[in-house]
T-cell receptor, first 117, second 113 residues
Framework: GAGVSQSPRYKVAKRGQDVALRCDPI?????LFWYQQALGQGPEFLTY????????KSGLPSDRFFAERPEGSVSTLKIQRTQQEDSAVYLC???????????????FGAGSRLTVL | TQLLEQSPQFLSIQEGENLTVYCNSS?????LQWYRQEPGEGPVLLVT?????EVKKLKRLTFQFGDARKDSSLHITAAQPGDTGLYLC?????????????FGQGTILTVHP
């Protein structure tokens, strides 16, 4: 597609439920990032994939968070036994290359807003 | 501890006024980006600055990267209601090969007609 697509856009979960959030990056993009954004705050890094390889998961808050990108395209962020503090917008972003130059542009999806009751 | 500190956190002004948003850090960044985010959407890139002292202009927006590449500013001239949104600075450090971005906490700008 033309942009990064995320689903569902909104998810309400009861505390203790498991949730799965999907990201469809731009076709052919090598790099994929997941970020967590609290209301009115800046995004915080969760994890990074280069193709199917998860190269950095240093930002995942706990072992309840798990991400995968098995075929190097679609990615899923799974949160087990959700807690109220997991309520946030989860943003996915992709880029064509894996470089660190300023020219490496990230395109963000609209995010999945998770509310845990 | 926030690696990138943005100020002010909230800004409410009248149409036609000028404003400046600051992004400061004690760390050096290889590049710094500014994003604008509207409610229900993801951040959209406005500009990337790479060289210390660099100044870039985008219509009524002027972006500056500090000489030491530790800070940046965004200046908006004659603000309009359409400028309303969350402004985010984000920096890349040299420690990763894949360009991990670290964001500031954002500045919520409201421009009243």
């Amino acid at each position: 597609g033309a942009g990064v697509s995320q689903s569902p856009r909104y998810k309400v979960a009861k505390r203790g439920q498991d949730v799965a959030l999907r990201c469809d990056p731009i076709s052919g993009h090598v790099s994929l990032f997941w970020y967590q954004q609290a209301l009115g705050q800046g995004p915080e890094f969760l994890t990074y994939f280069q193709n199917e390889a998860q190269l950095d998961k240093s930002g995942l808050p706990s072992d309840r968070f798990f991400a995968e990108r098995p075929e190097g395209s679609v990615s899923t962020l799974k949160i087990q036994r959700t807690q109220q503090e997991d309520s946030a917008v989860y943003l996915c972003a992709s880029s064509r290359t894996q470089g660190s130059s300023g020219a490496n542009v990230l395109t963000f999806g609209a995010g999945s807003r998770l509310t845990v009751l | 501890t926030q690696l990138l500190e943005q100020s002010p956190q909230f800004l409410s002004i009248q149409e036609g006024e000028n404003l400046t948003v600051y992004c400061n850090s004690s760390s050096v960044f290889s590049s710094l980006q500014w994003y604008r985010q509207e409610p229900g959407e993801g951040p959209v890139l406005l500009v990337t600055v790479v060289t210390g002292g660099e100044v870039k202009k985008l219509k009524r927006l002027t972006f500056q990267f500090g000489d030491a590449r530790k800070d940046s500013s965004l200046h908006i001239t004659a603000a309009q209601p359409g400028d309303t949104g969350l402004y985010l600075c984000a920096g890349r450090r040299g420690g990763t090969s894949y360009g991990k971005l670290t964001f500031g906490q954002g500045t919520i700008l409201t421009v009243h007609p």
